[in-house]
């Protein structure tokens, strides 16, 4: 698993956006540093809509810091934009669909009572303009939402 201090596994994928675009972590962050990864292992869920709206709600704190939210999710670029539109979410969704972000990161789980494999373990990483990850946050509960404020102090600091 990544931690503190490692570099972040770069990746491009599928980015809803409103639209269907591509996004590269090492280009965003030369122009969006520091970076908020938020995995969610599901869009339309309880739990996973109420992280993504507690995003959006601290959204101008983030924007006042200079710093990109993005959630990603294993779910298809065409739901996200459904799930974006459904909450009034202003950040961009990245589709990890082929579920390598999940894999490079370290955080692939499953939930196989329910027969449902591969998902994203709920997690925050804040990644700086030298790709280094400055905090992450990985719960093994996906009813456990990350701590905002902790979130919100770590872009501070990597800004």
């Known amino acids: 698993m990544v931690e503190p201090g490692d570099t972040a596994p770069d990746f491009t994928a599928p980015l809803a956006n409103g639209d269907v675009d591509s996004l590269t972590l090492?280009?965003?962050?030369?122009e969006d540093a520091?970076?908020?990864?938020a995995f969610f292992p599901g869009a339309f869920t309880s739990v996973c809509t109420t992280e993504m709206c507690a995003f959006q709600d601290r959204l101008s704190t983030f924007d006042d810091l200079d710093a990109a939210v993005y959630g990603v999710s294993v779910d298809s670029?065409?739901?996200l934009n459904e799930f974006r539109e459904q909450n009034d979410l202003e950040f961009a969704l990245v589709s990890d669909?082929?579920?390598?972000i999940?894999?490079?990161?370290?955080?692939?789980?499953?939930?196989?009572d329910l027969g449902v494999y591969g998902v994203?373990?709920?997690?925050?990483?804040?990644?700086?303009g030298d790709g280094e990850i400055t905090y992450s946050w990985v719960s093994d509960d996906p009813g456990v939402e990350p701590d905002y404020d902790e979130v919100e102090e770590a872009v501070a600091d990597a800004a």
Request: no cysteine; hydrophobic share 45%.
């Open 102 to 112: 999940i894999d490079d990161y370290d955080l692939s789980m499953d939930f196989a």
């Open 26 to 30: 090492s280009e965003a962050l030369e």
């Open 77 to 79: 670029p065409f739901s």
């Open 97 to 100: 669909f082929e579920k390598e």
């Open 34 to 37: 520091p970076v908020v990864l």
């Open 120 to 128: 994203a373990k709920r997690s925050v990483f804040v990644v700086d």
